[in-house]
């Protein structure tokens, strides 16, 4: 979609907004004219609080562009000369998340929106492309979460990731398995035991705030390419759609580039471990014992519990080599987190980062992916509690979103640390309104604009 600033469409379908108090709804879609010069009337309920006012308004924007395509209108024109910038841009997110559809491998490809003009007085051309650069981010992780293992596995995401990096003119270092091997990361080579396709450890490094002066924060994402449950397998019912559990790896290297594209002054970094899970001749089982990067020894009880696996050693990895001033982790983790919150947001724990998390919640709130903090008190640690190795890769039923925070918890040691379970937002089996269907690239928006008010000045 081609989006323009102030350069008015005569055939365009027209869309007013209209952000009043006193609506009955939350917000209600009005249309008028003929489906040839259509017009849209946008009402919205401007008592909300800002962060859901902005939803309301990307809910409104979703159902309209649902209308939109029903009578194929090519070209959308948003009249907002006096709304506030915010407001404006949250309208447009939502035509945007509406308008994308997954349609690499379709015959015919559906229709969709090919230009969006907006006019407004307060919204400038570098704000605009600032919010294009973070929203070209947001597509591509969609487009790679989407993507079946069989053209995305562990080797070629990393070449893709190496590709980007080297147009951006980006750190990248890519770890074969020899030199994962060398490193001896335990954890990854165990899950990718399973696997005909070579594990690949991905480190991206963007350095906006000067000359490595600042200890960096430390994006870490699972990059599970596809989970099987290895000889745990799972049933068929949770087998769909294991595509997406490389997600927390896909949204942590967008979050990257699109600091880079924005030159955000901030110091990042990503450690992306990167590997399949299947249930192999050669497959890693419970009751074996792997041996982490940091040398921690793990009893496995579930080889569904995989991620945490890789997971701890990137985590315990970027803590040793980069003593980051914040390490946060993004995955699609745990069952539980759906389980315990459903798929209207962030499952979330901390370790020596209440600053952060604090921040980091507030940012959540305005964008509106939220974060809901479970506890993290000592007594869980016992859930993990081995007989026979320093500790378990799973406890039990009860309580697993915090159990799986307390064993990657172990290998940040001091560093403030910062677990995001987004099993239940990164990627939606039926249309779930503004992100629609497929994933849904949920976390980038939220850690970007963390990222932008915590940065250098």
Known sequence: MNITLNQPVETAASIALHPVKGVDDPYRVVPSGSAERRSYDVYCDASLPQGELCETLRRAAYDLCRQAHAEKHAVLQVDAVGLDVVLLLAFVEGIQLADYSFDRY????????????????????????????????????????????????????????????SDMKISCEVYDKKAIEKLGMGGLLGVNRGSVDEPRLVVLEYDGAGNNRTKPVVLVGKGVMYDTGGLNIKPDDYMQEMKSDMAGAATMASVLFAAADNRLPVHLVAVLPLTDNRPGFNAYAADDILTMYDGTTVEIINTDAEGRLILADAIAYAVQRFQPSLLIDAATLTGAAVRAISTFGIAAVQQFAEGPMATLKTVGEAVHQRIAELPFWKEYDELLRSDVADLKNCGPAQAGTITAGKFLARFAGQTPYIHLDIAGVAYFGKPQSPYGFGASGYGIRLLYDYLQSTAVK
């Open 106 to 165: 379709k015959s015919k490809e559906p229709f969709h929106i090919a230009r969006l003009d907006i006019r407004s007085r307060k919204l400038n051309a570098a704000q605009l492309e600032t919010y294009r650069n973070l929203w070209n981010r947001i597509f591509w992780c969609r487009e790679w979460v989407n993507l079946p293992v069989a053209d995305l596995n562990a080797t070629r995401f990393a070449d893709e990731l190496q590709a980007v990096a």
